[in-house]
């Protein structure tokens, strides 16, 4: 969504200046809304420097009653000939400079005009929260601040006549550094604007003729600092290349990519419906296949070969041009990896492409023409084999973060010091090579580095970086964990200052109150008289071994009337984690907790969510409470939700617990409970099941760790026993009530999480595989009978066949997303794998964020406290699930990378032949999964046979027959095939990352 000022006009009101707006939000068809948006000048927002003696009289108290903290140094850095000075930075120094901006040996006292943070959430919105992150936990080191310029009555500017948006805005951004200089200029304190924007230099001198405050590009200011070398290598290349003025070799005769269209140009042909937009996804198995999702078409668009992927990432947003039908396709049945490719490719020159210039001819076409050519590939989307492809005409927003990956040795000379261009490849293998510019290349060799990427202009056929840092030796553990959760975004730094301080003061002797009437606790906790006792109740828990952060406990009482009363207790997580502050601010960026092999990242800080809120046995903790009375048939006849406080009488494992129960000769009231919930939990598991729940499959390993050496031992798949079942049945239970619950009360921001049904394109391949080797098929009619199907697969001879086609299958299907109800109707709100028609997650809130809110919610819904407008006001909510879904897919991504980590090492010492699976068939190799370590890998057809020529590829079999290495009868290799592969790990010397290599035996 895009807002747009149109008409800014002033008023005078009693207490101050009021704007008024006219914004237009563009929305997703094309049409405008027209919002007025009024907003109050102030005179009351101080300068925050602590040197200033005029403003900290006229501060008023924010919402929250706390008076805003002078932050900027009396004694700021001198740097030469400007002397003391803050820091104003403009959008495009924040975008292309965050990590300068994060830096410890640069940048102190900067002011972050409000206007800047606005365009830079527009722009971007993982350097969004990074500047927020260092606005909002400047300590006494780094020291930013937001300056609220449009707010300001003495900063406000109008649009002029004619002024574009980002004029306007710059003469904003002026306006805030001549306010500040003068504001200062007693204090002996000077402003610097750093900005790369000449044309906005040039402005300054103009406006402001006795030069009342500096200008510098980002290569001029650090140029003035004291450590000037260390920083300006550090310096963006775009910059790098127009200010220091090394340029790279020219070469202007060749244009490797298409222009991209002008604004213009794509604004016109999306509301005519010739142009399309949509998020590009990158073939993980061929680096220059990508595919776009768009609502007309029942199926991806394809985008083949470099020329029509024009430059884009992984995940961009992009905007599409059909190609003509004559240059439709197959998707490729080649692989091919980044990694691999042009590995001899000169960092310093362009390097020719045949590829690039062959279908250089564009075909002329009238828009007409366009709208019967979309039509045309819908049909085609509904026969089979031929696919409708694309090109990108324009990148409307980039999905550039940092990214991890190690220099290529063989772009390096080692003859010369100084600065040279080199290749960085990067981990994720769906990426391009970047060309960074380094006088560091031979120290940094065989370390992994941190990089951003900077500017991709269409007559360099690489992108171009910038070195930002060095993690460490390649497979050096640290180097390694830090790599996969920085490629992952996971924020691991330690908990800020700001953010611990949220903490009870009491720290680990925090305590329950023995009595809830207490008067004394009363008066400290206003809402205690609405909590209930349940100390009385015989509450456990049930966890993996080694559990410390315990969200769930549960019990199970038999009623006088013959039916259970069941409760399932959660950490009250919320009566620590208030909205609003710096700690709830945390939580939400966070998004969930990271579970790592040897190491956890924490979404809470420890004190929470290993002590306080964990429901640990023998002591008393709050918590949330869902009590059911449950009938025999595990039926509810009702149901209530209450804050309490409880006392688990014991924290089992999985296994203790089903010892437990198992065991006959414990028959005390606990393990009676215990044995009811385990009983219950049946019946509700077969109700789903009935219901159509799915029961899919991952291979999911666990890694032991050797305790003393934290050196990896041996993998195993997870074993489930009854109690996994036990407590999953009731946890799922309970965020279905809730669900309910505060859908009712909050129909339209309810928090929710919801798993769409595939659309049986999906499982197309699938199920024309299943078909052509095993007669078998798999049916989308509903979940029920996609369930049945599933439960059909199986192979009298292999146990493991139908395991596989659930893993197969769940990659088909979508994933499950959170959402808040305003969203989406009702009907849509549907599970599609748990079978339910409405669902939250409510149950893990030390660790998820999702859980938080429904909290709130729920909270909200019974009355307990009134619910934040935070989680009222659709917009907001729908800013917290966007961020959530993508950590949690994150954290999931990290989470397996991890395993894979280990297992690569565990494989390092030990060579087996093992038993995989032939899961995919391509022109140029096979892709193989092995069970036991969870692993999957490629085997190309060079390392099958040694006559790659005359290997045949039959698509329609999926079978690929190669004449082997030993022998010389044919060998017909095809999917679902089980066969013998010898497994062993290797490190490539190309990215330095270590695979399970695997060979056909
Ligand atoms: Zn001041």
Redesign the pocket.
């Known amino acids: 969504m895009s807002t747009k000022v149109v008409v800014p006009r002033k008023k005078r009101l009693s207490e101050g200046l009021t704007v008024t707006q006219k914004v237009f939000i563009r929305s997703r068809n094309g049409g405008a809304t027209k919002i007025i948006r009024e907003h109050y000048l102030r005179n009351d927002i101080?300068?925050?420097?602590k040197s200033?003696?005029?403003?900290q009289s006229i501060v008023v108290p924010d919402a929250k009653n706390e008076l805003p903290k002078f932050i900027l140094s009396e004694n700021p850095q001198v740097i030469a000939n400007i002397g003391k000075h803050y820091v104003v930075v403009d959008t495009n120094i924040v975008l292309l400079a965050i990590d300068l901006l994060e830096n410890i040996s640069c940048f102190f006292d900067v002011i972050v005009p409000q206007i800047v943070l606005d365009e830079v959430r527009n722009r971007s919105y993982p350097v969004y929260t990074r500047l927020r992150t260092l606005c909002r936990d400047s300590d006494d080191t780094k020291r930013f601040i937001v300056f609220h310029n449009e707010f300001n009555e003495k900063t406000f500017v109008d649009r002029l006549p004619d002024e574009t948006i980002n004029d306007r805005n710059d003469r904003a951004i002026r306006k805030t550094c001549e306010w500040y200089a003068q504001?200062?200029k007693d204090y002996g304190i000077n402003i610097v604007l750093v900005t790369n924007d000449r044309l906005n230099r040039e402005a300054v001198k103009k406006e402001s003729k006795e030069q009342g405050y500096f200008t510098k590009s980002l290569y001029e200011y650090a140029d003035l600092l004291s450590n000037a070398d260390e920083i300006k290598e550090l310096i963006p290349n775009v910059d790098n290349y127009a200010e220091s003025k090394e340029l790279l070799p020219e070469d202007k005769s060749e244009v490797v990519f298409p222009e991209y269209y002008q604004t213009s140009r794509v604004m016109g042909g999306l509301r005519s419906g010739v142009l399309y937009q949509g998020n590009v996804q990158i073939s993980e198995y061929n680096f220059l296949e990508g595919s776009v999702s768009l609502p007309r078409f029942s199926k991806p668009v394809l985008i083949v070969g470099q020329k029509n992927l024009n430059r884009a990432f992984n995940g961009d947003q992009v905007v599409v041009e059909l190609l003509p039908e004559s240059e439709w396709k197959a998707p490729s049945s080649l692989t091919l990896d980044s990694e691999h490719f042009d590995i001899n490719d000169n960092p310093d020159g362009q390097g020719e492409e045949d590829e690039f210039n062959r279908n250089g001819a564009e075909a002329v076409i009238s828009d007409k023409q366009r709208r019967l050519l979309a039509k045309e590939a819908i049909n085609a989307q509904k026969s089979k084999k031929v696919q409708p492809t694309a090109k990108i005409v324009s990148i409307t927003r980039r999905s550039w973060r940092q990214y991890v990956g190690q220099i290529a040795p063989s772009s390096v000379d080692d003859k010369t010091n100084g600065i040279q261009n080199v290749f960085v490849i990067l981990m994720d293998k769906c990426l391009p090579k970047i060309r960074i510019r380094t006088r560091r290349a031979q120290e940094l060799l065989g370390k992994r580095i941190v990089i951003s990427v900077d500017s991709w202009p269409e007559n360099y056929k690489y992108p171009l970086g910038h070195f930002v840092r060095d993690l460490g030796d390649v497979e050096s553990t640290q180097a390694e964990t830090e790599a996969l959760l920085l490629e992952h975004d996971v924020e691991y730094r330690p908990f800020s200052k700001k953010v611990l301080e949220c903490l009870p003061s009491e720290g680990h002797n925090w305590k329950a109150p023995v009595k809830l009437d207490d008067p004394e606790e009363i008066s400290k906790d206003p809402l205690l008289p609405k909590r209930q006792d349940l100390r009385d109740k015989l509450i456990c828990s049930i966890d993996p071994p080694g559990c410390v952060d315990i969200d769930d406990a549960l019990h199970a009482k038999k009623l006088p009337n013959g039916n259970w009363e069941v409760g399932v207790h959660i950490a009250d997580v919320t009566h620590f984690v208030k909205t609003g502050t710096a700690l709830d601010a945390e939580g939400a960026s966070r998004g969930t907790s990271v579970y790592l092999v040897d190491k956890r990242i924490d979404m809470l800080p420890m004190l929470l969510g290993t002590d306080l809120c964990s429901l640990k046995p023998y002591v008393d903790r709050f918590a949330f409470s869902v009590l059911w009375e449950l009938d025999d048939n595990a039926d509810i006849v009702n149901v209530n939700f209450t804050k309490s406080v409880i006392k688990s009488r014991e924290a089992f494992s999985y296994e203790q617990a089903q010892l437990r129960i198992d065991d006959p000769n414990q028959t005390d009231e606990l393990t009676l409970g215990m044995r009811a919930l385990l009983q219950l939990s049946i019946k509700l598991k077969q109700k789903r099941l009935d219901a159509g729940a799915l029961n899919l499959a991952s291979p999911e390993v666990k890694v032991h760790m050797d305790s003393e050496t934290a050196d990896p031992g041996e993998v195993e798949i997870k074993k489930l026993l009854a109690t996994n079942s036990l407590v999953e049945e009731f946890m799922l239970l309970a965020n279905i009530s809730v669900a309910r619950k505060i859908y009712d009360a909050f129909p339209q921001t309810a928090m929710l999480r919801r798993h769409a049904a595939s659309p049986s394109t999906n499982f197309e391949v699938l199920n024309e595989m299943l078909q052509k080797r095993k007669n078998m098929h798999i049916s989308l009619e509903s979940s029920k009978a996609l369930a049945d199907s599933l439960d059909r697969c199986i192979d009298p001879e292999d146990a493991y066949f139908n395991t596989l086609v659930r893993i197969m299958s769940t990659r088909c299907m979508m994933a499950a997303q959170y959402f808040f109800s305003g969203a989406y109707s009702y009907p849509d709100f549907r599970h599609y794998g748990l079978a339910v028609d409405i669902y939250t997650h409510f149950t893990s809130p030390i660790r998820r964020y999702c859980d938080v809110v429904a909290h709130r919610q729920l909270a909200g819904a019974i009355g307990y406290e009134p619910l934040s407008l935070d989680h009222r006001d659709k917009h907001k909510m729908d800013m917290i699930c966007r961020n959530i879904n993508r950590k949690h897919r994150n954290a999931q991504f990290a989470g397996r990378a991890s395993i894979e980590y280990y297992v690569g090492q565990v494989m390092r010492n030990n060579e087996s032949i093992e038993t995989g699976y032939v899961i995919k068939v391509f022109n140029n190799g096979i892709v193989v999964l092995v069970p036991k370590f969870g692993v999957e890998g490629l085997i190309r057809i060079e390392n099958l046979t040694d006559s790659a020529e005359d290997a045949v590829f039959d698509e329609l079999e999926f079978k690929l027959s190669f004449k082997p290495k030993t022998g010389d009868k044919v060998r017909d290799v095809h999917v679902f095939e089980k066969v013998d592969v010898q497994v062993r790990s290797v490190l490539d010397p190309i990215t330095s990352k270590r695979k399970a290599e695997l060979l056909l035996v």
């Open positions: 101080p300068c925050l420097s200033c003696t005029k403003c504001h200062l």
